[in-house]
């Protein structure tokens, strides 16, 4: 099994090579002007991988399907609305910044797009940075319509769509017809083996949010693998909101149990309770954040590791960059479906394990 390996590397190793040996004889051949135009193409192409792989991961004030050589972005622009204390509230599309690369002027003041934010400038469209390298321009309360918010609202019309359809055919037949083939094995899924085994008998109660939430993260999850650059669960304010709803949703709705658990633990010694107190009332707050950390965490890694794999064929520009990265690239692409629904069930299954210690019943003094 060893030699195999030793020639399989060997036998790469010749594709890779002969590459860097032209380059070298090429080298020698003009050594100043050479090495000086290799650095900088190699810099230029790093910078480049690096955007692309940004612009896969973060949020954007247009939707831009692809970047060309030449600079021209391919896509439309999108709504931008942001707040300015001075001259109040301003509306324009993304058009108007073309990217960052204009200032706009409005009601007399002028701003710039600079790294996904907006900021107030003068004509020239001047930043100006502190000893930190941040940005000391006033900066605008963005209320814009931006990529990810598109992908919201898309979902969330999908959704509305799709299952106001299908309790209508219900209503009509309970034999599941058209779409609700497709999805009532999964509603019937985490019904039995979410939420009647976590929650118990209040489980319907929260089925809707469980449906909701399970559903909205599916979708978003699928949709930030299309070539659009949608990454809206990789998101930190997206995955905090879906966590804090959960939080709040625990703590309204707990029994009288869940609250002694939490501030006066029935069975221990009156020290010991006061010690357990501040731990149980820390991890109040631990579990909506390891829900939002870990889906966000999750998805952003991926969606970095496949793109980083795509940029590495132009980098090795070689036989092995040319056929490995592509598989490795297709089978990573494969995981990440199963880790698009493997977040929304974790989502969803944690939800209701914290609903169900928010409803359980303890019955301390029968026991002892």
């Given at each position: 099994?060893?030699?195999?390996?030793?020639?399989?590397?060997?036998?790469?190793?010749?594709?890779?090579?002969?590459?860097?040996?032209?380059?070298?004889?090429?080298?020698?051949?003009?050594?100043?002007?050479?090495?000086?135009?290799?650095?900088?193409?190699?810099?230029?192409?790093?910078?480049?991988?690096?955007?692309?792989?940004?612009?896969?991961?973060?949020?954007?004030?247009?939707?831009?399907?692809?970047?060309?050589?030449?600079?021209?972005?391919?896509?439309?622009?999108?709504?931008?609305?942001?707040?300015?204390?001075?001259?109040?509230?301003?509306?324009?599309?993304?058009?108007?910044?073309?990217?960052?690369?204009?200032?706009?002027?409005?009601?007399?003041?002028?701003?710039?797009?600079?790294?996904?934010?907006?900021?107030?400038?003068?004509?020239?469209?001047?930043?100006?940075?502190?000893?930190?390298?941040?940005?000391?321009?006033?900066?605008?309360?963005?209320?814009?319509?931006?990529?990810?918010?598109?992908?919201?609202?898309?979902?969330?019309?999908?959704?509305?769509?799709?299952?106001?359809?299908?309790?209508?055919?219900?209503?009509?037949?309970?034999?599941?017809?058209?779409?609700?083939?497709?999805?009532?094995?999964?509603?019937?899924?985490?019904?039995?083996?979410?939420?009647?085994?976590?929650?118990?008998?209040?489980?319907k109660k929260y089925m809707p949010y469980l449906l909701t939430v399970f559903f909205f993260i599916l979708f978003l999850n699928i949709l930030g693998l299309?070539?659009?650059?949608?990454?809206?669960?990789?998101?930190?304010?997206?995955?905090?909101?879906?966590?804090?709803?959960?939080?709040?949703?625990?703590?309204?709705?707990?029994?009288?149990?869940?609250?002694?658990?939490?501030?006066?633990?029935?069975?221990?010694?009156?020290?010991?309770?006061?010690?357990?107190?501040?731990?149980?009332?820390?991890?109040?707050?631990?579990?909506?954040?390891?829900?939002?950390?870990?889906?966000?965490?999750?998805?952003?890694?991926?969606?970095?590791?496949?793109?980083?794999?795509?940029?590495?064929?132009?980098?090795?520009?070689?036989?092995?960059?040319?056929?490995?990265?592509?598989?490795?690239?297709?089978?990573?692409?494969?995981?990440?479906?199963?880790?698009?629904?493997?977040?929304?069930?974790?989502?969803?299954?944690?939800?209701?394990?914290?609903?169900?210690?928010?409803?359980?019943?303890?019955?301390?003094?029968?026991?002892?």
């Amino acid at each position: 099994m060893l030699k195999r390996v030793i020639l399989l590397v060997g036998f790469l190793s010749v594709f890779s090579l002969s590459p860097a040996q032209h380059d070298a004889a090429a080298m020698e051949a003009h050594p100043t002007t050479e090495v000086v135009g290799e650095v900088s193409a190699a810099e230029q192409e790093k910078i480049e991988n690096q955007e692309f792989i940004q612009h896969h991961v973060k949020d954007a004030h247009s939707f831009d399907i692809m970047v060309t050589k030449d600079g021209r972005h391919i896509g439309f622009p999108l709504p931008v609305i942001f707040y300015d204390q001075d001259n109040g509230l301003h509306a324009m599309m993304s058009s108007a910044f073309h990217h960052g690369e204009t200032v706009v002027e409005s009601k007399g003041s002028h701003y710039k797009l600079y790294h996904g934010k907006i900021y107030k400038t003068d004509a020239a469209g001047t930043i100006t940075y502190d000893d930190h390298g941040h940005a000391t321009n006033a900066k605008m309360l963005d209320l814009s319509i931006t990529k990810s918010v598109l992908a919201i609202i898309f979902v969330s019309l999908l959704m509305i769509l799709l299952f106001t359809s299908i309790a209508r055919g219900y209503k009509n037949s309970l034999v599941p017809t058209g779409a609700a083939r497709l999805f009532e094995p999964v509603i019937v899924f985490i019904r039995d083996d979410i939420a009647k085994p976590n929650i118990g008998s209040k489980y319907k109660k929260y089925m809707p949010y469980l449906l909701t939430v399970f559903f909205f993260i599916l979708f978003l999850n699928i949709l930030g693998l299309m070539p659009f650059g949608i990454n809206v669960t990789g998101n930190l304010a997206i995955t905090a909101a879906l966590a804090i709803i959960t939080f709040l949703l625990t703590q309204f709705t707990a029994n009288r149990n869940y609250w002694q658990h939490i501030f006066w633990m029935p069975g221990l010694p009156w020290p010991m309770k006061i010690v357990i107190m501040p731990i149980e009332v820390i991890g109040m707050f631990i579990k909506p954040f390891a829900l939002l950390i870990r889906l966000f965490a999750n998805m952003t890694a991926g969606h970095i590791v496949v793109m980083s794999l795509i940029a590495m064929i132009y980098v090795f520009k070689n036989i092995i960059g040319g056929i490995a990265f592509p598989f490795l690239t297709f089978v990573l692409y494969l995981l990440e479906i199963l880790v698009a629904f493997l977040q929304a069930y974790i989502f969803a299954m944690l939800s209701a394990v914290y609903f169900g210690m928010a409803n359980e019943e303890h019955h301390h003094e029968e026991a002892h």
